[in-house]
């Protein structure tokens, strides 16, 4: 049967509290059982749990990564304008040039680096573009949005190295967390057949209580024999 990838932690910590609670009868059953394998159950889980944290990371990643970008957009028109008058004050444009074509290609970390030094060029040339029709709030909107990308380029730089960290051996982490589950469950349906408990490992029930019609992602796991 196939087990979606965000059912994989409730229906560990549903066999979980299960385990715990009858950790001691089972292991009269099979000493494999132990107390040691119940916490390596629980670091498994855990381990899967943090996969299912950098599902959210890549949400707001995205988030950054568009807003990253929007608000590189905003500076193309105040930079082409500013194209004009560097040409009408006789001045290189050339850092125009690769600001637009940074931010055109997404190099914003590029961008960043010649917008910081355009700041420097107009202070050190304010007077004659001001007198070529510079507007005042041009050197004020510069930093600002400076100040605002650095950031927005930083958190998106942290965000997917903290996503590749929780996310690198996805699938063996799945596949070592069901085998626990379906270990525990076999064992679980024997123990307690014929009694109230026996649903409590059964997986078709379980996963069948978590089942949401939302959810689309799963994984692959193996079909219950």
Do not use: C, W
């Not at 190295?161 to 024997?190: C, S």
């Amino acid at each position: 049967m196939s087990i979606k990838k965000e059912e994989m932690v409730p229906l560990a910590d549903m066999v979980l509290a299960s385990l715990e609670r009858d950790q001691s009868q089972i292991m009269a059953e099979n000493a494999t059982f132990t107390v040691q394998y119940v916490d390596d159950f629980k670091t498994s889980n855990d381990e899967v749990r943090n996969i299912e944290q950098s599902d959210s990371l890549f949400v707001t990643q995205k988030g950054v990564t568009k807003q990253l970008y929007n608000e590189a957009n905003k500076v193309i028109k105040e930079v082409k304008l500013l194209q004009i008058i560097f040409i009408a004050a006789g001045l290189n444009t050339s850092i125009v040039t690769r600001i637009l074509k940074n931010i055109t290609s997404r190099n914003i970390e590029g961008a960043l680096i010649d917008i910081k030094a355009i700041g420097q060029i107009i202070i050190a040339n304010l007077e004659t573009l001001t007198a070529k029709g510079m507007k005042a709030t041009t050197p004020a909107f510069l930093d600002a949005k400076f100040v605002l990308l650095t950031d927005l380029s930083n958190q998106q730089t942290q965000l997917m190295k903290d996503r590749k960290l929780l996310t690198d051996d996805n699938k063996a982490n799945y596949r070592g967390l069901y085998r626990y589950i379906r270990e525990v469950t076999t064992i679980g349906k024997i123990i307690y057949a014929g009694t109230a408990k026996a649903d409590e490992y059964n997986i078709r029930k379980l996963v069948r209580h978590l089942h949401s019609p939302h959810h689309s992602s799963s994984t692959n796991t193996p079909s219950e024999q």
